[in-house]
């Protein structure tokens, strides 16, 4: 297993180094993990002038999976454009073609009163959604602003699909079901937009190969509501670009902490770019107090969707389950009256977990 490790910004080194020793533990039993680090983000900027060096490009694209911390900080808010840490990370995404995003919202027992939803609503919460993030109205043309006939300042965007670009991330829906619960939601707006009719009549194709998964489908403003007044009934969400930035926001937001989630972004072979939600946190780094978690699952979801290895991926995330359980707490979920553990005590406690 070759992977490319990117820490990139802020906390991004510090919360790396955690989910580093995760690696070096699984390589200590035997397994045949081969890492190699580069620059990304601004901390290339610094060194190559280019927040997607080419060594850093061509490490990625021979690797299996590739582990990316954070990137961003206020000191690159000014540089033009192209020089942007975000740059790199969107350059990087369409070299490695990552359609389809993976974004898990799962809130821990003990962690439910962290949501500024009832408890009720959200303990147990398991939600993945598979955004589409390579199409859409993102990316359609015409757009632009213009003079209409009128004299009147237009804006234009296109929402246009083909029936690949849908067929392959459906397949990825379906699969994520199929490793989950075994149940699918396709999101969309067909009863006005007819390019998601489009989308749902291909979802429904696509379905036939998968009998054993149990699909139905929402209008994307019912989503948005039951996602708040009964997020439980779902388990594996599939939608476009638009509709699923928007909903995977709301999803991660009822779990109450930036720090705990992952992500991962994959194309037609199963390589990956795996990463936390979060940013790099420039009001805490160098602090040491950080939360790895998210790096950590991450990591996990490297091991379950590209490197296929479940067995190491189910290991890691009862291990971080087992440490929430602990009520052990980096100060972004403490509760009033405990007390906060480091970046590298939690990475200590998910290792000890794993042992
Ligand atoms: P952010 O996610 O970095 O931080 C938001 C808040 O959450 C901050 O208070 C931060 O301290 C806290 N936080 C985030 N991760 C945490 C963790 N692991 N543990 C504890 N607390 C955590 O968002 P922001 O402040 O809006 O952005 C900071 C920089 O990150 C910007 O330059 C932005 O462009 C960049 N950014 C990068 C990515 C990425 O790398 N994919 C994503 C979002 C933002």
Known sequence: MKIALL???????????????IIDFFVREGEHIETETALVGGAAVDQFDDPLPDTTLQLCLAADAVLFGSIGGPQYDTLPRPKRPERGLLRLRKAMDLFANLRPARVYEALADSSTLKKEVVAGLDIMIVRELTGDIYFGEPRGIHINDQGLRCG?????????????????????????????????????????????????????????????????????????????????????????DILSDEASMLTGSIGLLPSASLNQSGQGLFEPIHGSAPDIAGRGIA????????????????????????????????????????????????????????GDAVLSALA
């Open 291 to 346: 939360n790895p978690l998210a790096q950590i699952l991450s990591l996990a979801m490297m091991f379950r969707y590209s490197l296929k290895r479940i067995d190491l991926a189910d290991r890691i995330e009862s291990a971080v389950e087992k440490v929430i359980n602990q009520g052990i707490r980096t100060q972004d979920i403490v509760r009033p009256g405990e007390s906060a553990v480091s970046t590298s005590a939690m």
């Open 156 to 244: 234009v965007n296109t929402m246009t699909y083909d029936e690949n670009e849908i067929k392959r991330v459906a397949h990825w829906g379906f699969q994520a079901a199929q490793k989950r619960h075994g149940s699918l939601c396709s999101v969309d707006k067909m009863n006005v937009l007819e390019t998601t009719q489009l989308w749902r009549d291909v979802v429904i194709e696509v379905s036939r190969d998968y009998p054993d998964v149990k699909l139905t489908h929402m209008l994307v403003d019912n989503a948005a509501m039951q996602l708040i007044r009964n997020p439980q009934q779902f388990d594996v969400i599939v939608t476009g670009n638009l509709f699923g």
């Open 7 to 21: 820490p990139g910004d802020g906390i991004g080194p510090e919360i790396m180094a955690e989910a580093e020793k």
